[in-house]
């Protein structure tokens, strides 16, 4: 079966992909595996540049979390700092997040169809029901899960592959006077855990941890028993637990690597492109850039101007990711982490260099 445009994978992407094919006289199909929108495993936080990009869509900032987020917060065991910063953020699910952006495909025009998963990307794409497609153009936004035939390599886990995990716990009164109008990182030995407070009020509470902590501590719920012994500010944020909720993880995220080599006929996007790591808070902002970017680049030069747009891409991802992670190898030591932290208290400005330097340029 031949189709024009292709997009695979519904998050912000994909999403933003679609909206931007759809608005330039396209009409791309999208397909996504799961047929209601989820709350997928993420930070949550869209910064101040990343607003930007989504109001050029006709999304508001207010119809996402009507709270901003202004400051940011780091703990290292007991010392901790504060910083304002450059401009009011937001943090919101993925769930309200993708859907209002599916919305707003759908409302521009692009086809949308749930429930359909891709089994290997070849000279075609093959669908779980064995239909094969052959599209003109191929955008994979299928985030931080790989299709066959077209996965990131190994060797970009590392020896000590990292894994995300995340919990949500209800909107409380006295939580949300601990986080308040923050973002909060908390460093710890081998990882990191951000919380915020979403459009709802509950709070998101997302870790990225070295697969040697966790099986030093046994699992999920033992490693949160040990953090909060280790983190008291960690503590009295998980104190709000009812001890029901869901501890949701994925494996082997391959943070710093990028996608420096393009193909004719496919966009790599978001997490496909280059995965930043998430103590930035800069994920989807690259995710829905890349879409944006990559819908323009088809406009230009059509298939035959996808490998130039991936090399291109990848090159604006060097400066974010890059400093990202160094910032995460400092926060995630424990003989350099307290000092990040006393870094910060004595001089604040250096959070909102940080912050800066790790959004993608504009």
């Known amino acids: 079966m031949t189709l ?4 695979v994978g519904g998050g912000p992407a994909g999403a933003a992909a679609a909206i931007a094919l759809a608005r330039a006289g396209e009409r791309p199909l999208l397909i996504e595996r799961s047929r209601e929108t989820g709350d997928a495993l993420c930070g949550g936080f869209l910064s101040w540049r990343t607003l930007e990009t989504l109001a050029r869509l006709g999304v508001e900032a207010d119809a996402l979390n009507p709270a901003p987020t202004t400051r940011v ?3 290292a065991g007991k ?9 009011p953020a937001r943090s919101v699910s993925r769930r309200k997040l993708d859907s209002v952006l599916l919305a707003a495909a759908a409302t521009a025009g692009a086809r949308i169809e749930r429930g359909v998963a891709v089994r290997a990307i070849g000279d075609t794409v093959r669908l779980d029901d064995r239909t094969d497609l052959s599209p003109a153009a191929l955008f994979l936004a299928s985030g931080k899960h790989d299709v066959r035939g077209l996965g990131r390599p190994a060797d970009a886990r590392g020896s000590d592959p990292t894994l995300g995990l995340r919990v949500r716990i209800a909107a409380a009164p006295g939580l949300t006077r601990l986080v308040s109008d923050t973002i909060e990182l908390h460093l710890f030995d081998r990882g990191y855990c951000g919380v915020a407070l979403q459009e709802d009020g509950s709070a998101n509470v997302c870790l990225a941890v070295r697969r040697s902590r966790l099986n030093e501590t046994g699992d999920p719920e033992a490693l949160l028993a040990a953090l909060g012994g280790e983190c008291p500010a960690l503590s009295d944020r998980l104190a709000y637990r009812s001890g029901a909720e869901a501890i949701d993880a994925i494996a082997n995220v391959p943070y710093g690597w990028r996608v420096r080599e393009g193909r004719s006929r496919l966009f790599r996007l978001g997490d496909q492109a280059g995965v930043i790591p998430s103590l930035a808070g800069e994920g989807m902002g690259i995710a829905i850039a890349s879409g944006i970017s990559a819908a323009q680049a088809w406009q230009m030069g059509g298939a035959d101007g996808s490998a130039h747009w991936q090399r291109w891409f990848a090159g604006r991802l060097g400066r974010p990711i890059g400093l990202a992670r160094a910032l995460a190898g400092a926060g995630t030591d424990p003989a350099t982490a307290p000092l990040l932290v006393t870094l910060t208290r ?17």
């Open 4 to 7: 024009p445009l292709l997009i």
């Open 73 to 75: 917060r780091l703990f």
């Open 79 to 87: 010392r901790h700092a504060e910083a304002r910063l450059p401009h």
């Open 346 to 362: 004595l001089a604040p400005w250096l959070a909102e260099w940080a912050a800066r330097l790790t959004r993608l340029a504009a």
